[in-house]
């Protein structure tokens, strides 16, 4: 059974810090890795999706690795700010499979 | 347009009550899911629909029950519900099942 799990659980940064969110999973037989922002009470956004293929993806100060074969991927956050404070969240799914399986998330907290 | 609109946001209703929660996506997306999420933990599937028919139901009870009318519309058809299953519900889509997924809004269910 699939489990993904995400470290720190939280993190408070002040503002311009470089910042990684870590998620780690068990079984390497993914087929894509999704990186989610949650607003406090609102749904999710979709951030990055790596296909198990690739080794990283990236979209503006955000940056995505993906390596499968240790069970791990970072989400880099380049100069964080206040607007980015959420709670993120990481997604797997399994090869012929349609499932979501979530990581807790971390709450990151960027302070002005 | 990547947007999965959900109404309505905000639900109260009574454990007797009939109720229902609507979703709707114009992306052309083949797959769509219902998700339960409980406060400060991450979102658990519920039901995936694919080429509008049900191809997951993870052993949700019975006074949950799925719709998808069209490929574009997926409803949650609700009855004798209980205070705990109290949460925000999450629909999502995606153009296949397992590829990048898309989220709504949600709705905030409250029983009384």
């Not at chain 1, 995400?6 to 894509?32: H, K, M, R, W």
């Not at chain 1, 990283?56 to 980015?84: F, H, M, V, W």
């Amino acid at each position: 059974k699939q489990e993904v799990t995400q470290i720190p659980a939280a993190l408070s940064v002040p503002e311009g810090e470089n910042l990684v969110l870590n998620c780690s999973f068990t079984d390497s037989a993914i087929y894509n890795l999704q990186w989610f922002r949650q607003d406090p009470g609102k749904g999710l956004t979709s951030l990055l999706l790596i296909q198990s293929s690739q080794r990283e993806q990236t979209s503006g100060r955000l940056n995505a690795s993906l390596d499968k074969s240790s069970g791990r991927s970072t989400l880099y956050i380049a100069a964080s700010q206040p607007g980015d404070s959420a709670t993120y969240l990481c997604a797997v799914t399994q090869g012929g499979s349609e499932k979501l399986v979530f990581g807790k998330g971390t709450k990151l907290t960027v302070n002005p | 347009d990547t947007e999965v609109t959900q109404t309505p946001k905000h639900l109260v209703m009574g454990m007797t009550n009939k109720k229902s929660l609507k979703c709707e996506q114009h992306m052309g997306h083949r797959a769509m899911y219902w998700y339960k999420q409980k406060a400060k933990k991450p979102p658990e599937l519920m039901f995936v629909y694919s080429y509008e028919k049900l191809s997951i139901n993870e052993s949700v009870p019975s006074r949950f029950s799925p719709e998808c009318p069209n490929s574009s519309l997926l409803n949650l058809h609700l009855h004798a519900l209980q205070p705990e299953d109290s949460a925000l519900y999450l629909c999502a889509s995606s153009p296949d099942g397992g590829t990048e997924a898309f989220f709504g809004q949600g709705t905030r269910l409250t029983v009384v």
